[in-house]
């Protein structure tokens, strides 16, 4: 298995060097050069398979043999999803109306974005301990990305995490995940920004291949392609618990099953297309609150940002670049690396891009959307509690409003994602007039001390929070090269 931009400039990469990459040179991102098709006979060999299992059957068909073996990667698997609150990783929520939530959020941030960052980080560290190496990992987050990179990589010695957090548009619950962890290879920043603000510098941070090559610099964010792999996971674990797969093998057509994802840089989404193109019969739903590009994108074309970001009650997919449709593009385009080039560089200079007639009818053909108002997730979390006293986030709640507003087929199952636990949004529960008894570890965070540093507004701001990350990224390559402690 080789992997190559969505740009078409690179191509031939082994699965080691994407993990450390993040984007590709060329501005890209990586994807497999083929997708696996999944036989019947596999699925039904998967069908008896827990979670963990699950995640290693899915990695074996990206990671050769010889980079990271069958057996080493059992053991890599299953410590990073040792820690989860639940025995079975994920759980699945049977509601009333046929109301299916697949609980992601048992990991150590209360978040879907553990299950793919633990898996990830134990596949770097394998990596690094062999190599006898090191990697300067950077991060921007809107909320739940950086929280959970930091957990996973706390303490390790061969990397270094800095994360950049929108300061005032994450919940206190998000940015205490980041801010108290004091761990000497962790480095928090607070940027007046919004989190489509800080990949900028960022962005132009991977860009410097000096800086890259010299620092060991890499993504945690759904950038990078370990990732999206893990994510694959989540849709073909729902299916084969939803879609009544068993019942419908001697009628020969696999059932469809319908998933909808709450959505913002659509990493989820992109996952749920590959495992569509892996040969699951799956109608994705990408479900948005009002920051609501991908939404405007499948039902008109209109590939635009809107001039600000909105500060909505589900503020992790406060998004307006959603960049893993790149991936989403590039598939539907055939791998036309040169055409995906064209959109995406016009995008990025422009933040505007209209799909030509063809391409935005191969979109909507492959992909369902909805945007969802602050009333409108409040509303659902009132409803979903009121006939099943059961608590959504208000992520959870963008998905499942599309459950209590459109008409569905009664033949097709459906399974919605649960992205993040209630617990980490508890002045929305409030608002929506509910309650929610969070777990011990989040209410003892209030009393642990923090650490971070300001990135402030300014005229030339993207310059100057790149000049400030640059210079933290030095300063700490240079005390660890003299074996010593940064914050001593």
């Known amino acids: 298995m080789l992997y190559c931009s969505t740009r078409g400039g690179v191509s031939g990469w082994n699965f080691r060097d994407v993990l450390f990459s993040g984007f590709a040179p060329d501005g890209g991102m990586f994807m497999p050069e083929s997708v696996p098709v999944l036989s019947l006979e596999t699925l039904r060999s998967w069908r008896g398979l827990n979670y963990s299992q699950l995640v290693v059957e899915v ?88 929280g959970s990179a930091i957990q996973s990589a706390k303490g390790l010695s061969g990397v270094d995490v800095v994360v950049v957090y929108p300061r005032g548009r994450i919940t206190p619950v998000q940015e205490k995940h980041m801010t108290t962890c004091l761990e000497d290879n962790v480095h928090v920043f607070a940027a007046d920004g919004s989190s489509d603000d800080i990949d900028q510098p960022i962005r132009r941070l991977f860009a410097d291949q000096d800086l890259v090559k010299s620092h060991g610099l890499m993504s945690l964010n759904s950038v990078n392609w370990s990732r999206v792999m893990v994510q694959l996971t989540h849709f073909i674990y729902a299916y084969l618990q939803l879609s009544g797969m068993q019942q419908a093998e001697t009628e020969g057509d696999l059932p469809e099953l319908e998933v909808v994802v709450p959505t913002g840089g659509a990493g989820n989404i992109a996952a749920g297309f590959i495992v569509k193109q892996m040969g699951l019969p799956l109608k994705l739903v990408a479900m948005v609150n009002s920051n609501d590009i991908v939404h405007r994108t499948v039902s008109s074309g209109d590939f635009s940002m809107a001039a600000n970001v909105t500060q909505t009650l589900a503020p992790a997919i406060d998004i307006q670049d959603p960049y893993n449709m790149e991936r989403v593009f590039w598939l539907l385009l055939g791998k036309n690396g040169a055409a995906v080039k064209k959109m995406m560089e016009e995008f990025q200079q422009t933040h505007r891009h209209s799909l030509p007639t063809n391409q935005h009818k191969l979109l909507s053909q492959v992909l369902s959307t909805g945007s969802v108002c602050d009333d409108g997730i409040l509303d659902t979390m009132k409803r979903c509690w009121e006939e099943n006293q059961y608590v959504l986030c208000p992520h959870t709640a963008v998905a499942v409003w599309h459950h209590y507003n459109f008409a569905h087929d009664p033949k097709i199952s459906r399974c919605y994602i649960a992205t993040a636990s209630p617990a980490k949004f508890k002045a929305v529960v409030e608002k929506a007039g509910l309650t929610f008894n969070p777990p011990e570890a989040v209410l003892a965070l209030d009393k642990l001390p923090t650490r971070f540093q300001n990135l402030e507004w300014s005229q030339n701001w993207c310059k100057d929070w790149e000049d400030r990350l640059r210079e933290q990224i030095q300063s700490v390559s240079l005390v660890r090269k003299n074996n010593g402690a940064y914050y001593s």
């Open 59 to 146: 990695a074996t068909l990206f990671i050769p043999h010889q980079l990271i073996p069958r057996e080493e990667l059992q053991v890599l698997v299953g410590e990073a999803l040792s820690g989860f609150s639940v025995p079975e990783v994920v759980r699945i929520a049977r509601l009333k109306g046929g109301l299916s939530v697949l609980e992601l959020f048992h990991g150590e941030t209360l978040a879907f974005k553990d299950l793919a960052m633990t898996c990830t980080v134990r596949f770097l560290n394998h990596f690094l301990q062999k190599e006898n190496c090191r990697a300067t990992v950077v991060v921007g987050t809107s909320g739940d990305t950086g």
